[in-house]
């Protein structure tokens, strides 16, 4: 068997003061193609309702997959992870 990613988008609720972070969505899948990742973002495009005319951002590692991904849905704005900026420099 081989390995397996499990993305995990998590959305900060800004209503609570602690633990404001709640998973919301997983993807199980054994290879990093941009497919997987579209339908993981088409999923939350069709049950999340966007607030009309803003961007919502969405933190990411860079990878070109899940960035491709992120960019699909037009109300979600791509936004690198710290840590990953700082890497990569």
């Excluded at 997983?26 to 990093?32: S, V």
């Excluded at 999923?43 to 990411?60: D, H, N, S, W």
């Excluded at 590692?61 to 992120?70: P, Q």
């Amino acid at each position: 068997m081989g390995d397996f990613y499990v993305p995990i988008l998590i959305f900060r609720h800004t209503f609570f003061v602690k633990n404001s972070c709640v998973p919301v969505l997983f993807l199980i899948h054994e290879r990093k193609f941009e497919e997987y990742h579209n339908k993981l973002f088409k999923m939350l495009e069709k049950l999340v309702k966007f607030p009309r005319g803003q961007k919502i951002a969405c933190v990411t590692d860079g990878e070109r997959g899940i960035v491709n991904s992120v960019q699909s849905v037009p109300q979600l704005l791509d936004v690198r992870c710290w840590n990953h900026v700082f890497n990569d420099v």
